[in-house]
């Protein structure tokens, strides 16, 4: 699964500014539709693969959020590899399946003051073709300072298929998941930013963990309508064997409440 990893991201909240899309919730009756565009560029595999990875969000009420969700963006909090939802190369040209993965996801803003936090979780069929199926559990985080802010979101996705081998080895790995990003709101319309955090399996984290680095724009249309986009090194450095600046990508997304 971290071999897949490798465009991993910089955004997990649309931006810091109520213009450029939603927050930790929506509010009641509105819905929000993101669609991603994933592209590999790690070293002799760019273009492979390119997938789109639709998440459709609704507000049941002004605290609580449900969602549909393809993107590894939705799932993990960071902006992860190619492949998710509508894989468009097949599988010559990276694609587990032309559709691999889904999931369904519930946030529930929780009163904090300053700090914007909503707990939640879902289910997540993070490989159909493998037959891998897992639980969520996480946080959304932000703290913001003028035109500064701070998002974290923790996550842990607890395997719940497929856990073991004949031999024992394992197969559906129980993840953690910490992405960390600062923005900065240069003017009303526009957001920058930069990120990292920490990833990996539970099991053998100390040799597995990866840490990645990666810068996003965002441009708000208007207070429905955002686009933006982000180049990462997915696991630039990390206990795993493979880090480096060889491993990175690309995504380009929009983003439109109704």
């Known amino acids: 699964?971290?071999?897949?990893?490798?465009?991993?991201?910089?955004?997990?909240?649309?931006?810091?500014?109520?213009?450029?899309?939603?927050?930790?919730?929506?509010?009641?009756?509105?819905?929000?539709?993101?669609?991603?565009?994933?592209?590999?560029l790690s070293v002799d595999k760019v273009a492979k693969p390119l997938s789109l990875s639709p998440d459709v969000s609704y507000g049941i009420t002004d605290a609580l959020t449900v969602a549909l969700v393809h993107s590894r963006y939705a799932t993990t909090g960071f902006r992860a590899a190619a492949g998710g939802g509508l894989c468009l190369t097949g599988t010559d040209g990276g694609c587990v399946a032309a559709y691999n993965n889904v999931g369904v996801e519930g946030w529930h803003r929780v009163p904090s003051g300053t700090l914007a936090v909503a707990a939640g979780g879902g289910l997540h069929a993070t490989n159909l073709d493998a037959g891998f199926y897992a639980a969520k559990l996480g946080l959304k985080a932000r703290y913001t300072s003028g035109l500064l802010a701070v998002n974290a979101l923790p996550s842990v996705l607890v395997a719940m298929t497929e856990r073991e081998d004949a031999t024992g080895a394992r197969l559906n790995q129980d993840t953690l998941w910490v992405p960390v990003q600062l923005t900065y709101r240069a003017v009303d319309a526009v957001t920058v930013g930069v990120g990292s955090g920490i990833k990996g399996p539970l099991s053998g984290f100390g040799d597995a963990?990866?840490?990645?680095?990666?810068?996003?724009?965002?441009?708000?249309?208007?207070?429905?309508?955002?686009?933006?986009?982000?180049?990462?090194?997915?696991?630039?450095?990390?206990?795993?064997?493979?880090t480096g600046v060889d491993y990175r990508g690309a995504q380009a997304w929009v983003s439109y409440t109704m």
């Open 209 to 242: 963990w990866q840490v990645p680095l990666g810068f996003m724009g965002l441009y708000a249309i208007d207070s429905a309508l955002a686009v933006g986009a982000s180049f990462t090194f997915g696991q630039i450095v990390g206990g795993a064997d493979a």
């Open 1 to 40: 699964m971290l071999r897949s990893l490798v465009i991993a991201a910089v955004v997990f909240t649309p931006v810091a500014s109520a213009l450029a899309g939603p927050g930790l919730t929506l509010p009641k009756g509105k819905i929000n539709v993101a669609v991603n565009a994933e592209l590999e």
